[in-house]
């Protein structure tokens, strides 16, 4: 029998990521290095945790991937540049982890 999961809510995964957002353990970057170096002189650790902790879910609901891993996006704005995070949150777990996996955004020209 295949169990099918319900999709989570933005709402729920708001107090997901949030709660996580707090211990910087929790959430590891993995990014290639390349892309690291290009994004790192405009967004650092300090910016990834805010995104986390203020930023807004970009889906409005969200499944598991094949592996069970939720993946969505997290925007905020920071420093005149709108910052996307591309997360995959670990499976129902205790102290489970969310992993960084890409970088994006755009400068804001006001």
Not at 18 to 35: F, L, M, Q, T
Not at 44 to 58: D, F, P, V, Y
Not at 70 to 82: D, E, I, K, N, P
Request: charged letters at 30%; one cysteine or more.
């Amino acid at each position: 029998m295949n169990v099918t999961r319900m999709p989570l809510s933005r709402e729920r995964l708001t107090d997901i990521i949030r709660e996580i957002g707090k211990d910087s353990e929790r959430w590891p970057v993995a990014i290639s290095y390349e892309k690291w170096q290009l994004w790192r002189h405009i967004v650092n650790r300090r910016q990834i945790e805010l995104c986390l902790l203020e930023g807004w879910i970009l889906q409005d609901r969200v499944t598991p991937d094949e592996n069970g891993y939720w993946c969505f996006q997290v925007a905020r704005v920071c420093s005149g540049l709108h910052v996307v995070i591309e997360v995959a949150l670990e499976p129902d777990q205790a102290n489970r982890k969310l992993i960084v996996t890409d970088i994006s955004g755009d400068r804001i020209d006001v």
